[in-house]
Every structure is written in structure tokens, then in C-alpha cells.
């Protein structure tokens, strides 16, 4: 996966968060502090914007301009752990100009290892890693099979939608919907949303 495709990718996101903004704070508002939509809209827009204005030479000069951006630009939570994602993506990558499916596989371990080092969440607990862990492991056991990135990250959307679909029934754990104890139950996790949207625009960007 070229650099140029991780580029689209980040305006994909940006596109898809700004589509889906009002439903993502609905469901914030649910079990959260209703903003999870318009926080992340707003710091995707942000980084984005900086991507035109300065075209990055390497993945690692991706992965820290929009890092940085989101830690500097949203709110709550969201900020620090999609901060850290891309931050630790990116230094996974380092100076690398294009991905195949096993550089994107450690690359997104890195992001999302960050994640959990950050948030101190595990698989369960009603997150965005609900998404994130299993569309990583899909990604890496499609890459340890050979199989091409654009199939390898198919496979890991799809993971990360069923993921993000299954806290549907989680009572959360972690976070401002913890709170709520067995009332967090019946509700998706937003965060769990816009991460599965985030696997899904790299898929669609490895198809070009």
C-alpha cells in the first residue's frame, strides 16, 4: 500500500466521520458525553487539512501529523488514544514509503498496543479495542497467510464491524458509559463505531 493510499486514507476517515458525526454523538449521548461525533469530525477535519498543506514523505511523517493534530484538536478521550494510534503507526512504519499487508499488520498492532497502554482497556470492556483488537488479529492472520493487503484489510474491516456490533450487549467496564453499570447494555459503543469506520476506510483505500 503506497503512501499516497495512506493519505487517501485519512481523508476517507475524515469524510466518513463527517457523514456520521451526528450519528456517532447520538450514540455518545446514550451512554456518554454526547460528543464523540463532533469531537472527531472536527480533529479529522483538522488533520486533513494539515495533510494538503504539507504532504508527508513517509508513513512516520503520517502517522505524527495526524497524531499530533488529533491529540492537539479533540476532546475527551478521543483525542489521546486516536492521537496515540496513529502516533505509534506511524513510528512502527518509521521512514517506510509503502506497506504490504505485514507492515500494515505491525504498523496497526503498534497503534493499537498504544491504545491500550493509553486507555487501559482490554477486549470486553465496551470500547473502541473492541473493534481494534479483532480487526488486528484478522489482519495479521490474513498477512502470515500471504494474502495481499487489500484482502488482508477486508478481512480485518469486516472483524472490526462485528467487533464494534457485538458491544451491542456488553455491559461497559471502562469510561463515562461505565457508569451506567448493566444500563450500558443495548447500546453500541461509539467508539467501537468510528473505529470500525476507520478499518473500513483503509480497506476501501487499498483498493483505491
Do not use: C
Request: negative net charge; glycine residues 12%.
Amino acid at each position: 500500500m503506497q503512501l499516497s493510499a495512506l493519505v487517501d486514507w485519512v481523508h476517507r476517515y475524515k469524510d466518513a466521520v463527517v457523514a456520521r458525526k451526528d450519528e456517532l454523538t447520538d450514540l455518545d449521548r446514550q451512554i456518554g458525553d454526547a460528543d464523540h461525533g463532533f469531537n472527531m469530525a472536527r480533529g479529522m477535519q483538522a488533520a486533513s487539512d494539515k495533510l494538503d498543506a504539507a504532504v508527508p514523505g513517509t508513513v512516520g511523517e503520517l502517522g505524527k501529523s495526524v497524531g499530533m493534530t488529533l491529540v492537539s484538536t479533540v476532546g475527551g478521550a478521543s483525542g489521546p488514544l486516536y492521537g496515540t494510534f496513529f502516533l505509534r503507526f506511524g513510528t512502527a512504519a518509521g521512514a517506510a514509503t509503502e506497506l504490504d499487508a505485514a507492515g500494515l499488520a505491525a504498523a496497526f498492532r503498534a497503534g493499537v498496543e498504544g491504545i491500550v497502554g493509553r486507555g487501559k482497556a482490554e477486549l470486553g470492556d465496551k470500547t473502541m479495542l473492541d473493534a481494534l483488537i479483532p480487526a488486528t488479529e484478522a489482519l495479521e492472520a490474513a498477512a502470515a497467510a500471504g494474502e495481499p493487503a487489500e484482502l488482508a484489510l477486508d478481512a480485518a474491516a469486516e472483524a472490526a464491524e462485528n467487533g464494534s456490533q457485538a458491544t451491542l450487549d456488553i455491559v461497559a467496564r471502562k469510561g463515562r458509559a461505565s457508569y451506567l453499570g448493566e444500563r450500558s447494555a443495548g447500546h453500541l459503543d461509539p467508539g467501537s463505531v468510528s473505529s470500525a469506520m476507520l478499518v473500513r476506510t483503509l480497506a476501501d483505500a487499498a483498493k483505491g
